[in-house]
C-alpha cells in the first residue's frame, strides 16, 4: 500500500522560511516522478515543482521560481520542498504526489498518488 504523509508546515511571517517533507512507503522515490501541489481556498490546484525520475531534472511553476527548492534522498524515500522568502499568496495546503513515467508534470490529473496534505500559512 502506498502511502505519502507530509509534513513541515506551520504558521510563518512573510520573507521566513520552511521545508516540507514528503515521506513515502509502498513505492521507492527514485522510481517515480516526484511532484509538489498546492490548493489555497476557493482556487485550483496548482502546480509547483517536480523532481523527475533520474534525480537531476527539476521543474518549478512560475510563481515559485527562485524561491523554492525540490530534492529528494532515495536513502530516506524522502522529498523536500525547501520554501524560502515565503509570500503571503504562498499560502495553501501543500501537497505531495508521484507519478510514473511520461507524464505531463504540470497537470495534477497525471499523478497517481497524492498525500492528506500539510498546510502551510504566511502571514503579511
Known amino acids: 500500500q502506498v502511502e505519502l504523509v507530509e509534513s513541515g508546515g506551520g504558521l510563518v511571517q512573510a520573507g521566513d522560511s520552511l521545508r516540507l517533507s514528503c515521506a513515502a512507503s509502498?513505492?521507492?522515490?527514485?522510481?517515480?516522478?516526484m511532484g509538489w501541489f498546492r490548493q489555497a481556498p476557493g482556487k485550483e490546484r496548482e502546480f509547483v515543482a517536480v523532481v523527475m525520475y533520474s534525480g537531476r531534472t527539476t521543474y518549478y511553476g512560475d510563481s515559485v521560481k527562485g524561491r523554492f527548492t525540490i530534492s529528494r534522498d532515495n536513502a530516506k524515500n524522502t522529498v523536500y520542498l525547501q520554501m524560502n522568502s515565503l509570500k503571503p499568496e504562498d499560502t495553501a495546503v501543500y501537497y505531495c504526489?508521484?507519478?510514473?513515467?511520461?507524464?505531463?508534470?504540470?497537470?495534477?490529473?497525471?499523478?497517481?498518488?497524492w498525500g492528506q496534505g500539510t498546510q502551510v500559512t504566511v502571514s503579511s
Open positions: 509502498g513505492l521507492t522515490v527514485s522510481r517515480y516522478a
Open positions: 504526489a508521484a507519478g510514473s513515467y511520461g507524464l505531463r508534470y504540470p497537470r495534477s490529473s497525471e499523478y497517481t498518488y
